[in-house]
């Protein structure tokens, strides 16, 4: 038993190659020593295989067994020395599964995946972006970067954690950033200084668009007076952090409901939606848009940034437009042939 002890704590220490050659090289050799102890028995090498497996995973499904005082012999070593490796081999296995969960849990694992969305800084805001995303596209793929050392939202397969400083190349590397659909880059709520929470972005801007220029990339800035230093580094979006609350809480109590709508139009959980819709043939000017789409049960609202398109109806819509609709979903699918 000491012996079988020592031999068990040395196999575990081997790395996972040695292990899987080792058990491989003790099928393979078990299964010809039971051939040719009986042959008459098996007939063929490969039942002796199968039965060296079943008797391994202890099913013993009775129909090979040895007959001879020599194959019951070589039974008993089976089931001491074979039921053990087969159990190092599955002790194996679900540690591995467990490390595996300990390191995601930690983001310390790169993430391979493509078109994904990566969310840099983590808060409540980062929250509502992730259940926003994954409204908008269930099977979206997410990938989270904060400095801390736990995976914000572990229960999600969809979300992929990355731990460490967003502004380092090894870490956004992590993130497979040149590979990313989107970047969005939160303010971080954990530090004090407005001007110190901007500069923090405008380095993990900087960073991404030195690895990946290609990647839109949106960033929330605290102050207006920065937004100069982004368009130097060429962001593509910008948010003001306490521009927009501001502004709806003025229009809810001046204009009662005028929230409400705009609420709606921001998130796709509940009413209508903003969408973007394709310039179909047969549409000249923005009047033939708007008829159009007005009689699908949408409204045509913009072009790119131009809001003020209704007041342009017999303009010629551009070749470089993008056309921006208010509907529900079903009606978007339906004009846009999804």
Known sequence: MHFFLRFTTK??????????????GFIVASATIAFLLEPGTFGNWFNALYWVMTTMATVGYGDYFAKTEFGKAFTIFLYIFGIGLLSLVIGKVIDSLGSLQRQRGAGTLNFHGEEHVLLINWSKKAQSAVD?????????????????????????????????????????????ISKARAAIIFADSRIEEASLIDGKSLLIA??????????????????????????????????????????????????????????????????????????????????????????QGATLLADRNDLGINRKLDQLIPPDARLYIVSDETTYRRIAGL
């Open 132 to 176: 926003e995303i994954l409204c908008y596209s269930p099977k979206s793929q997410i990938v989270i970067i904060d400095e801390s050392n736990q995976h914000p939202l572990e229960h999600l397969h969809q979300v992929h954690f990355v731990s460490g400083d967003p502004a380092a190349d090894d870490i956004l590397e992590k993130a497979n």
């Open 206 to 295: 900087s960073s991404i668009e030195r690895l990946a220029p290609h990647v839109h990339t949106t960033v929330e800035i605290t102050q207006e007076k920065n937004i100069q230093n982004f368009r130097y580094v060429q962001v593509n979006e910008f948010v003001l952090s306490h521009d927009a609350i501001s502004r709806l809480a003025v229009r809810s109590a001046l204009q009662e409901g005028n929230s409400d709508v705009i609420r709606q139009l921001l998130s796709r959980q509940h009413g209508d939606d903003i969408y973007e819709v394709k310039v179909q043939q047969g549409w000249k000017t923005y009047r033939d848009a708007f008829q159009d789409l007005l009689s």
């Open 11 to 24: 196999l575990m220490r081997l790395r996972k190659t040695s292990i899987a050659l080792i058990i491989l």
